[in-house]
């Protein structure tokens, strides 16, 4: 019977007998895929696994504290948190273009992750959270046969140089499936059914170059939507919601004066395979508290935009 309880039982299995005495490293992103696999493969080699995190200062409110509380803190997880930040802007700086940023993005992870794993000795194995879904778009696209249209750096990234062996708990399993095995390994139920955040994080949420003025922004802008989301019990009936930055300023009163401050518009979208996506129909009095908050709780922003587009024409991420 295919329970998360067998299904994780076979696995732990497996990796034992993958893996042996060895050391496993993992990229931990604080995403679904990923932090499934970590929570697994604790439980089946232990210490044996070591988990990188590379915040690269486009993560989402506090969430390099969160990933850390959950894996390191409270599940005794071996975890290495390499604060990049300033590189990532660094090799941001002057860069436009969606495709040029995400290709900035990809290979600064590469690079600090290789970095990081050199200084781990003995290492043999690397998790990986691929799932089903991945095999099936990586091989599809390997045949000429998808139309890529965004290269979604999170899979098959390897570093050519590392020569290390795969380990991939979940390569046969939907996402749905990888859900239920993360509540079942304990994991935090706001971890496991969290909207997806694309790889890139917010460098793909700021429209045009990346600075850090725009993502401490951006950050708080998006949790004030994905809060009152949750508070007006929205969050479950969109399939992804988000604040993007736009790099234009806009004229608004404070008081008798005047502000001149960036632009913040909202995304919700409901989709089942995130192919097609139809705007999230939010209701105006959410709309309306969400907007009111930004503008009075931020001192950058001086007016928020709801988006209307559904994919197609528009895709889901603004770049
Ligand atoms: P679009 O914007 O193409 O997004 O309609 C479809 C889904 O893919 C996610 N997305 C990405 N995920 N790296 C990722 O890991 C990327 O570069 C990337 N671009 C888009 C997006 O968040 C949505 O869920």
Redesign the pocket.
């Known amino acids: 019977l295919w329970t998360p309880a067998k299904i994780i039982e076979d696995q732990i299995a497996r990796v034992r007998d993958q893996v042996g005495d060895r050391h496993v490293l993992l990229g931990l992103s604080g995403g679904v895929d990923s932090s499934v696999v970590a929570a697994l493969l604790h439980r089946a080699i232990g210490d044996q696994l070591t988990c990188v995190f590379v915040d690269n200062g486009l993560l989402r409110k506090d969430e390099g504290v969160q990933v850390m509380e959950t894996f390191a803190k409270h599940m005794g997880v071996k975890v290495i948190r390499v604060d990049a930040e300033a590189l990532f802007l660094d090799k941001l700086k002057g860069v436009a273009d969606p495709e040029a940023k ?1 290709k900035a993005i ?1 290979n600064t992870f590469i690079e600090v992750f290789d970095d990081e794993a050199s200084k781990i000795e003995g290492v043999d194995f690397l998790a990986q959270g691929t799932i089903y879904p991945d095999v099936i778009e990586s091989a599809a696209s390997k045949t000429g046969k998808a139309h890529v ?7 098959g990234g390897l570093p050519e140089t590392m020569k290390l062996k795969l380990v991939e708990p979940l390569r046969e399993l939907f996402k749905d499936e990888v859900r239920r095995l993360g509540v079942e390994l304990g994991l935090p139920y706001d971890m496991v059914y969290r ?6 994080g917010l460098g ?1 949420r700021i429209l045009g170059e990346v600075k850090k003025e725009y993502a401490d922004i951006l950050r708080e802008a998006d949790a004030i939507f994905i809060e009152e989301l949750h508070n007006a019990d929205w969050y479950h009936k969109t ?2 919601a ?1 604040a993007v930055f736009l790099p234009v300023k806009s004229v608004g009163v404070v008081g008798d004066g005047r502000r001149y401050e960036w632009v913040i518009a909202l995304r919700a979208v409901e ?1 089942i395979d ?2 097609t ?1 139809r705007w999230a129909h939010l209701p105006y009095e959410l709309l309306e508290k969400v907007s009111n908050r930004i503008i009075n709780e931020i001192a950058g922003v001086s007016r928020v935009t709801y988006d209307v587009s559904s ?1 197609p024409p ?6």
Not at 149 to 155: F, L, Q
Not at 195 to 200: A, Q
Not at 314 to 319: K, S
């Open positions: 995400r990809g249209i965004k290269s979604h750096h999170n899979v909207h997806p955040f694309p790889g890139p793909v399939s992804q988000f989709t995130f192919m996506a994919k528009a895709t889901i991420e603004w770049e």
